[in-house]
């Protein structure tokens, strides 16, 4: 089939790299694939192109007109004639409606990576324009629950394919922790890691909150966050309020994640909301224990108790206690817990059998309407 994607953005987001896995299995599976993006192209964006994916810009930015590009992607779609135009996220979804009104398409797939795309205009605009779609994807049971219950999408047309991890890439790596332990000088310290955009959906304020409350009861732990945004300097300014600097350390954007999940004994998540967090996944795959906040899918990847430990968004001092639980487990029992937490990703979230879902969706969509079959959940 010719499948083309349309993206609000390919840079460092989840749902980036998700885009990314997703052209680059299809593409394997014999799938033509063109991606287009709105936005300039970012990490996952020139990766794709090192891959050997066609994909190009519209290069939208503020205070330049959206007219013109808007019609560029019209003729692109007109003259590449494809199969699927499959759009992600939400900016991307409602012009890949738009466009098709312009430039009919068999199918329209529209893919929610979110638990919540906005407000009341949002939900009116969905139910003006939902008719255009074919098909609507969700990452999560959460999500998809919340968006058929404000009438954002109608459930009969909407089928939740979760993020997928690369379990062969993410894997536990002894001597790549022994390596990398050694390189940023943790010694026998328990490490907290923690990899996300510093921006308000994080809530890496509570994360330090509870950070600084740990560290009074264990003062030798050591917290790495990996990642940039926007926000980098309000978090940096509250770990100085909190007198923990010598305890914090910024790594910046980093290519090899899985060595540092590897290196850490722990991970946290803090966020205020989420969508299906490909990071946690990405933890749970390596064997870490987990503890994070009880919002959007991360319930669906982390069994309380079992694999990790969940808290209330916001509340810092269970964070903290939570994180102070694992710590206080011998390595036995955490390492323990880390292998039923990659077990449940394999399961559930591998590569392979999330790719198998959207090769079939792909497939019911090449068939009559009549003859395809109920929209399926995983």
Not at 88 to 108: E, G, K, Q, S
Request: glycine content about 8%; aromatic content about 6%.
């Amino acid at each position: 089939m010719r499948i083309f994607i349309l993206s609000t953005s390919m840079g460092m987001g989840g749902a980036d790299q998700q885009i990314l896995i997703l052209a680059q299995a299809m593409q394997a599976r014999g799938h033509e694939i063109r991606i287009v993006v709105l936005a300039p192209l970012g990490a996952m964006g020139l990766e794709a192109r090192q891959a050997g994916i066609p994909i190009e810009s519209l290069d939208l930015r503020r205070n330049l007109g959206i007219v013109p590009r808007f019609f560029q992607l019209v003729g692109m779609i007109r003259a590449w004639r494809p199969d699927v135009l499959h759009s992600h996220m939400v900016h991307a979804n409602f012009i890949a409606r738009a466009a098709r009104a312009l430039a009919p398409v068999p199918n329209l797939v529209s893919t929610i990576h979110s638990i919540s795309d906005g407000g009341r205009l949002h939900v009116a605009a969905n139910r003006l324009t939902n008719r255009l779609v074919d098909r609507f994807t969700i990452i999560s049971r959460l999500a998809a629950d919340r968006h058929v219950a404000i009438g954002a999408v109608p459930e009969s047309r909407l089928q939740i394919i979760p993020n997928a991890v690369d379990t062969s890439r993410f894997r536990r790596l002894p001597d790549a922790r022994v390596s990398a332990r050694r390189e940023l000088g943790l010694g026998d310290r328990f490490v907290w890691l923690a990899v996300g955009r510093f921006e308000p959906a994080k809530d890496y304020p509570n994360m330090i909150t509870a950070f600084a409350r740990l560290l009074a009861e264990h003062p030798e732990s050591l917290l790495l966050l990996v990642g940039e945004g926007s926000l980098q300097g309000e978090v940096e300014r509250v770990i100085q309020e909190r007198g923990i600097g010598a305890a914090v350390r910024f790594l910046g954007v980093r290519r090899d994640v899985p060595e540092l999940l590897s290196a850490a004994d722990g991970y946290v998540l803090s966020s205020a909301w989420e969508g299906m967090p490909v990071a946690l996944l990405e933890a749970a795959s390596v064997e870490l224990p987990v503890v994070a906040t009880r919002v959007g899918g991360v319930a669906e990847v982390v069994e309380d108790g079992s694999t990790g430990f969940l808290v209330p968004p916001g509340d810092s001092v269970g964070l903290a206690a939570s994180m102070l639980r694992v710590e206080s487990l011998s390595p036995e029992d955490r390492a323990a817990m880390g292998r039923r937490g990659r077990a449940l990703v394999e399961e559930r979230y591998g590569t392979d059998r999330v790719m198998q879902m959207w090769d079939r969706l792909y497939s019911e969509l090449a068939l009559p309407p009549k003859a395809r079959r109920p929209v399926l959940s995983p």
